[in-house]
């Protein structure tokens, strides 16, 4: 089984959030919210989206790259800190 199907129910539960984002950002388009309005909500739903992503691929390099009982000799827990804080830090 993949670490997606253990956090199914909240990962689906943050896909809904952000659709009700994207909705949000439908719905000031349709209105004509000023562009200010629109710039924030996208903004939020781009941030929601980065922050799925980096919690699917930090659990994906912890139970497919690095989990030491899987992959001896994988990289050890300071290396694997490292490589999460930079693709953290490039999701944002």
């Known amino acids: ?9 909240k990962l689906l539960a943050r896909t809904r959030r952000l659709r009700g984002q994207i909705e949000a950002v439908e719905r000031a388009l349709e209105a004509e919210e000023g562009c200010d309005k629109v ?5 939020a739903a781009r941030g929601a989206l980065a922050g799925l992503m980096g ?3 930090e659990d994906h390099i912890r139970h497919h790259l690095v ?5 001896p000799g994988a990289l050890d827990e300071n290396a694997t800190e490292e490589l999460l804080d930079v693709i ?5």
Do not use: F
Request: net charge positive; proline share 4%.
């Open 1 to 9: 089984m993949t670490h997606t199907i253990h956090g199914k129910q």
């Open 39 to 43: 710039m924030h909500l996208l903004a």
């Open 55 to 57: 919690e699917v691929v």
């Open 67 to 71: 989990d030491p009982e899987r992959h």
């Open 88 to 92: 953290r830090s490039y999701l944002k």
